[in-house]
C-alpha cells in the first residue's frame, strides 16, 4: 500500500533544507551585485582636451594684462614710444612671455603738458582702481598697468630711475637725450621682473584652504590679555588689509588662543648687555623644548564637510617675555627677536618684556594684574602683527620690499645701468602688483594639479578593468571639468573679477584630489581578490557546508525512496 503522508522528521529535514536554500541565494545575490564590476561612463575625451588646454595656458604669459604708457610732457613722448619698443624687443628675444597690449596714452591724460614729479598724479593719469582686485563686483580681469614717462630735471642724477608704487603703476625718469640701449635693457628687465615675472612657488604647503592660529604665549606666571580682545587689538587694524587681500587667492579660517607658561628653551645662558638692559640669549639647539611644548598645542581645523585634504594650519605665535628681553640666536649666531618653524609657524618675541621686578615691589599694581592680567599695549600688537607679516610674505616668495634705491647693473662688476625703487605695501602688507603675481602663480599651480589629478584618475581607472567606478565619480569629473573650462574661457573673455576666477579653480582643485582619493575607489584598489576570499569565506562556509550536505542527504532519500516505489508498483 503506497504511503501518501510524509513522516514529521521529514516535513522537518525540508523546511530546514528550504531555509538554507533561501539563505544561500540571498548570500550569491548580494555577492553579485556587490561584487560586479560597475564603471559608470567617463568623460575621456573632456579629459585629454582640458589637460591639452591647460598646457597651452601654462606655457603663455597667464592673466591678460596691458600696459598703458603715459608720457609727462611732450618732450617725453619719443621716449615713451622707445620704452614701448624696448619691452617688445626684450620678450621678442627671450621668447618666453610675450609682453601685453601697450597704449600710449595721451599726455593731456596725464598730466596738462606739465612734466610730472609726485607719485600720486600717476593714479589719477591711469584711471585704475586697486580695489577692483580686491572686491567680487569687479567686471574684467585685465591689470591696466601705468607706466609715466617722465624726463629728468638738471638737478637729478643722470641715470635710468624707476619708482615702483603699491599699485600697478611705475614712474620712469630718463635722463635728457637717452637712447642707450644697454640702459634700455636695465629699465625694461626691472619692469618685466616686477609685473610680468611670477612669484616662486610659495614655501608652505599647497593648499585651497589654511587655518591661521594665532597663539599669545608668555613664561611670565602672570596672566596676560590683549586690551578688548585679540580681534579688536591685533587682528582688525594691523592684519586684517593684508588677510582681506590674500583671502583673494585662498579660504582662510582664523583662531586665537593664549598659552600661559611656554618656554623657549632651557634657563637661558647668561648674557650680553644691551645697553643698561641684559638680554637672555636662547641658543638654536636650545629650542627643542619649544618645539615639543608647541607640538601639545591643539587648534582643528575648520571642516564643513568631509575630506581628505584638510586646510593646512598654520601658527603665528608672540611671545610676552617676563623680566628681561629674549632674542635667539640662528645657526650661524645672529640674534633674532622671530623664527619661522618649517611646517609649523613662526614665533614673533616682543621686545618689551613683562616688568616682573615692579610688579614684587609695587602691591598695588601687583593685586590688579592677579585679578585682571597684564594688558598688552598697542606697540606689542604693532611689532607683533610686524614680524608675522614680514614672515608671512617671506613663505609666499614676495621680495623684501624696501624704500632704498637698488642699483641695476648686468653683473656685480659693471657699473649701473639704472637705479630702481620700491614702495612698501604700507598698511596693506601687500601691493596690488604682488598679488596679481601671487594670483598668477597659483591659478598656475592649482590648473596643473587639477590636469594632474584628472590625469591620474583616469590612468588608474584604464589599468584596472575590475575597478569599481561609481556614476558619482563620473559627476564630479565632469563637474571639475566644467568649472575648468569656464575659468580658462573667463581668462580668454575677461568677464569674470579675479577673486571669482581663483574661488572656482579652488574647488576644482579640492574636487580632483577629493576624486583621485575616492573611498570608494581607494578601497577596491588595496581590496584584493584574496581578501575577499579571506574576509568573505568564513562568512559563506558555516552557511554552505550544511546547505550541501543537507542537499545530498536529501537527494539520496529522495532516490532511495523513489526506487521503492518503482519496485512496488511493478506488475507481478
Known amino acids: 500500500m503506497e504511503e501518501t503522508d510524509q513522516s514529521p522528521n521529514k516535513r522537518l529535514r525540508l523546511y530546514s533544507l528550504a531555509s538554507y536554500v533561501i539563505w544561500l541565494i540571498t548570500g550569491g545575490i548580494y555577492i553579485w551585485h556587490y561584487g560586479r564590476v560597475k564603471r559608470a561612463p567617463l568623460p575621456h575625451a573632456g579629459v585629454r582636451a582640458l589637460k591639452a588646454r591647460i598646457d597651452h595656458f601654462l606655457s603663455g604669459p597667464g592673466l591678460p594684462a596691458q600696459i598703458s604708457i603715459f608720457p609727462a610732457c611732450d618732450d617725453a613722448v619719443t621716449m615713451a614710444r622707445g620704452l614701448a619698443e624696448a619691452l617688445r624687443d626684450h620678450v621678442s628675444k627671450n621668447g618666453t612671455r610675450r609682453v601685453p597690449p601697450l597704449v600710449i596714452g595721451d599726455v593731456a591724460a596725464a598730466v596738462s603738458g606739465e612734466c610730472m614729479s609726485h607719485k600720486e598724479a600717476l593714479e589719477d ?12 563686483g569687479a567686471d574684467s580681469l585685465v591689470a591696466n598697468y601705468s607706466v609715466l614717462v617722465r624726463i629728468a630735471s638738471g638737478e637729478e642724477e643722470q641715470l635710468p630711475a ?68 585679540f580681534h579688536e587689538s591685533v587682528l582688525r587694524p594691523y592684519l586684517s588689509p593684508f588677510l582681506s587681500r590674500l583671502s583673494t587667492c585662498y579660504w582662510l579660517e582664523m583662531q586665537a588662543q593664549t598659552i600661559y607658561h611656554a618656554s623657549l628653551g632651557e634657563q637661558p645662558k647668561p648674557q650680553r648687555e644691551k645697553g643698561t638692559t641684559r638680554e637672555r640669549v636662547v641658543a638654536f639647539n636650545d629650542l627643542s623644548r619649544f618645539l615639543a611644548a608647541a607640538n601639545d598645542w591643539t587648534t582643528d581645523a575648520v571642516l564643513t564637510r568631509g575630506t581628505h585634504k584638510p586646510p593646512v594650519i598654520l601658527n603665528l605665535a608672540s611671545m610676552k617675555p617676563s623680566g628681561a628681553p629674549v632674542v635667539v640666536l640662528t645657526q650661524s649666531g645672529e640674534p ?54 614680514s614672515h608671512f610674505r617671506k613663505w609666499l616668495g614676495f621680495p623684501n620690499v624696501t624704500n632704498t634705491t637698488t642699483p641695476i647693473n648686468i653683473d656685480h662688476h659693471s657699473p649701473p645701468l639704472a637705479k630702481a625703487s620700491m614702495a612698501a605695501p604700507s598698511t596693506n602688507g601687500i601691493a596690488t602688483w604682488e598679488l596679481l603675481a601671487l594670483a598668477n602663480t597659483l591659478l ?47 581668462i580668454e573673455r575677461g ?29 577596491d584598489l588595496y581590496f584584493s581578490p584574496e581578501f575577499k576570499f579571506a574576509v ?25 525512496e523513489r526506487a521503492e516505489k518503482t519496485t512496488k508498483v511493478k506488475p507481478e
Open 125 to 136: 593719469a591711469s584711471g585704475h582702481d586697486d580695489a577692483l582686485w580686491t572686491q567680487s
Open 162 to 229: 624707476l619708482y615702483l608704487t603699491p599699485g600697478t603703476s611705475c614712474i620712469v625718469t630718463l635722463p635728457q637725450g637717452f637712447i642707450n640701449s644697454p640702459q634700455w635693457k636695465g629699465v625694461t628687465d626691472t619692469l618685466l621682473a616686477a609685473w610680468f615675472t611670477t612669484v616662486g612657488e610659495p614655501s608652505i604647503p599647497l593648499s585651497a584652504s589654511y587655518t591661521l592660529a594665532f597663539w599669545t604665549t608668555t613664561d611670565s606666571p602672570q596672566r596676560i590679555r590683549w586690551p578688548g580682545s
Open 336 to 389: 633674532h627677536t622671530a623664527f619661522s618653524v618649517p611646517g609649523w609657524g613662526v614665533m614673533a618675541i616682543m621686545s618689551h618684556p613683562v616688568p616682573d621686578d615692579q610688579l614684587s615691589r609695587n602691591a598695588t599694581w601687583r593685586r590688579q594684574v592677579a585679578r585682571s592680567g597684564y594688558e598688552l599695549t598697542d606697540t606689542d600688537a604693532r611689532e607683533t602683527a610686524g614680524l608675522w607679516l
Open 444 to 490: 598656475q599651480l592649482f590648473l596643473r594639479e587639477i590636469s594632474e589629478n584628472l590625469t591620474a584618475v583616469e590612468s588608474l581607472i584604464s589599468s584596472l578593468p575590475d575597478l569599481t567606478v561609481e556614476q558619482r565619480i563620473a559627476e564630479s569629473i565632469n563637474h571639475i571639468l566644467r568649472m575648468a573650462t569656464d575659468a580658462l574661457n573667463a
Open 495 to 523: 568677464e569674470r573679477d579675479l577673486g571669482r576666477l581663483l574661488g572656482g579653480i579652488r574647488s576644482g582643485y579640492q574636487d580632483s584630489v577629493e576624486t583621485l582619493h575616492d573611498d570608494s575607489m581607494m578601497a
Open 536 to 560: 568573505y569565506l568564513p562568512m559563506l562556509v558555516p552557511i554552505a557546508v550544511p546547505v550541501l550536505l543537507t542537499a545530498g542527504k536529501e537527494l539520496m532519500t529522495w532516490r532511495r
